[in-house]
T-cell receptor, first 114, second 113 residues
Framework: GESVGLHLPTLSVQEGDNSIINCAYS??????FIWYKQESGKGPQFIID?????DKRQGQRVTVLLNKTVKHLSLQIAATQPGDSAVYFC?????????????FGKGTKLSVKP | DTEVTQTPKHLVMGMTNKKSLKCEQH?????MYWYKQKAKKPPELMFV???????INESVPSRFSPECPNSSLLNLHLHALQPEDSALYLC????????????FGSGTRLTVV
C-alpha cells in the first residue's frame, strides 16, 4: 500500500504486481513532463517522458498518463521487479520562449518485495 | 560518450576550507546545470549555464561559486560552507536550454564538518 508521512512517501508492492506512482504538478503552463528513477547513491535516470499535447505514452513495461485538467501525472510499471526498487520523481518543464527549467516533484519510494 | 561525469564522488570539508566540484560531459551539450539534493528531497536547481554563460542563479549564497571554463566542463567552487550545505550535488546537461531531456551525473556527496 501507499503511505505518506513525515518522510518520503513509500509504495510497497509484491514482485510481479503492477505499480502506480502518482504526481501532482503545480504549473499549468508546464508543457513537458519526465519520470526519473533514482537509486541509492546515483543520479536521476530518465525513464519516460510525455508532452502536454498527449495524454498517454508507453515504453517498455512503463506507461505515463497525463491529466492536464487536474494537473496529475502517473507512472505505471508492469510486472514490477526487485530492480525497480528506487525513488521515483516526476519533473516538469516549461518551454515558453525557451525559458524552461526542469523542476522536480516530491518523489515516491518504491519498495518491491520478492 | 553519453555520460555526465562528476568528481569527486565523496567530499568531506571543514567550514574554513575551499574546495571545488567538477563536472564533465562530451556529448556536445551546450547547457549545464547544478542541482542540490538533500536526503529524501527532490533535486533543487541552483545554477544554469547556457553556451558557457551563467543564465540562472536561483538565489544561491555566494559561498557557492559556479564556473564554466569551456563547453565540456562545469565547476562549483565552495568556500566557507555551513554544515547545512551537506547534500548530494548533481550536475546535469542538455543539448540546449530549449532541449527537453537532461542527462544527470551520479553526484558528489558533500559533508561539511
Amino acid at each position: 500500500g501507499e503511505s505518506v508521512g513525515l518522510h518520503l512517501p513509500t509504495l510497497s508492492v509484491q514482485e510481479g504486481d503492477n505499480s502506480i506512482i502518482n504526481c501532482a504538478y503545480s504549473n499549468s503552463a508546464s508543457d513537458y513532463f519526465i519520470w526519473y528513477k533514482q537509486e541509492s547513491g546515483k543520479g536521476p535516470q530518465f525513464i519516460i517522458d510525455i508532452r502536454s499535447n498527449m495524454d498517454k505514452r508507453q515504453g517498455q513495461r512503463v506507461t505515463v498518463l497525463l491529466n492536464k485538467t487536474v494537473k496529475h501525472l502517473s507512472l505505471q510499471i508492469a510486472a514490477t521487479q526487485p530492480g525497480d526498487s528506487a525513488v521515483y520523481f516526476c519533473a516538469e518543464n516549461t518551454f515558453f520562449r525557451s525559458q524552461g527549467n526542469l523542476i522536480f516533484g516530491k518523489g515516491t519510494k518504491l519498495s518491491v518485495k520478492p | 560518450d553519453t555520460e555526465v561525469t562528476q568528481t569527486p564522488k565523496h567530499l568531506v570539508m571543514g567550514m574554513t576550507n575551499k574546495k571545488s566540484l567538477k563536472c564533465e560531459q562530451h556529448m556536445g551539450h551546450r547547457a549545464m546545470y547544478w542541482y542540490k539534493q538533500k536526503a529524501k528531497k527532490p533535486p533543487e536547481l541552483m545554477f544554469v549555464y547556457s553556451y558557457e554563460k551563467l543564465s540562472i542563479n536561483e538565489s544561491v549564497p555566494s559561498r557557492f561559486s559556479p564556473e564554466c571554463p569551456n563547453s565540456s566542463l562545469l565547476n562549483l567552487h565552495l568556500h566557507a560552507l555551513q554544515p547545512e550545505d551537506s547534500a548530494l550535488y548533481l550536475c546535469a546537461s542538455s543539448k540546449t536550454r530549449a532541449s527537453y531531456g537532461y542527462t544527470f551525473g551520479s553526484g558528489t556527496r558533500l559533508t561539511v564538518v
